[in-house]
């Protein structure tokens, strides 16, 4: 008796976790992806100025790993599994930090603060997202950037950036490879403005 009731135990023991395996969590991994840096070309003289690259502020809705994607205005849905590799308004900080780098505009570019800089870069992310309307997808991305000189308030200059991207089909990588290319084409914008103006 005690070694069937054994036997039942351990066979619903089993069915217990055969189907938490089917019904419950994926087993599917996350992928994660990254705006990343393109090749841009910026024409502006050295300098001996310093500039820290403040960390972007963002719309609390995009203040998230998962990636976002709408299918109509009135939608706001996320990705479950695919991600992004950090915070949206840490990675666009990077990355604007990396453009800066390779401009050689500036003797250092700080994430940051190291010291007393010369001038700050500031952005904040109004939307970054998959647009899927109809057949059509296109990468979306609206961000504000304000170069100032440390210790004032008025920029010496400032824009807001917000345009759809065209992307290749509808998937995670496509959306931040086609938001890497927006991101860029903002980057080179703001750093001819920056080199007219520092």
Request: aromatic share 10%; hydrophobic share 40%; net charge negative.
């Amino acid at each position: 008796m005690f070694k069937a009731n054994r036997l039942l135990a351990v066979a619903a023991l089993l069915s217990v976790f055969t189907l938490t395996g089917c019904l419950g969590g994926s087993t599917e991994p996350s992928r994660y992806y990254t705006v990343s840096a393109e090749s841009i070309s910026v024409a502006g003289a050295t300098s001996d100025a310093r500039i820290h690259v403040k960390k972007f502020t963002i719309d609390p809705a995009y203040q998230r790993t998962n990636i976002v994607y709408r299918e109509s205005p009135y939608d706001f849905m996320f990705y479950d599994l695919d991600l992004w590799a950090t915070r949206p308004e840490q990675m666009l900080t990077q990355v604007a930090g990396e453009y800066l780098i390779k401009s050689n505009m500036f003797k250092s570019v700080d994430l940051k603060p190291m010291g007393k800089p010369d001038f700050e870069l500031l952005g904040n992310v109004d939307a970054i997202e998959e647009i899927d309307e109809g057949s059509s997808q296109e990468a979306h991305l609206a961000v504000q950037l304000t170069f100032r000189k440390v210790g004032e308030d008025a920029p010496l200059w400032e824009k807001r950036y917000d345009e759809r991207q065209s992307m290749s089909k509808r998937d995670a990588h496509s959306a931040a490879e086609a938001l890497s290319k927006l991101y860029a084409k903002y980057m080179q914008d703001a750093l001819e403005n920056i080199a007219r103006v520092k």
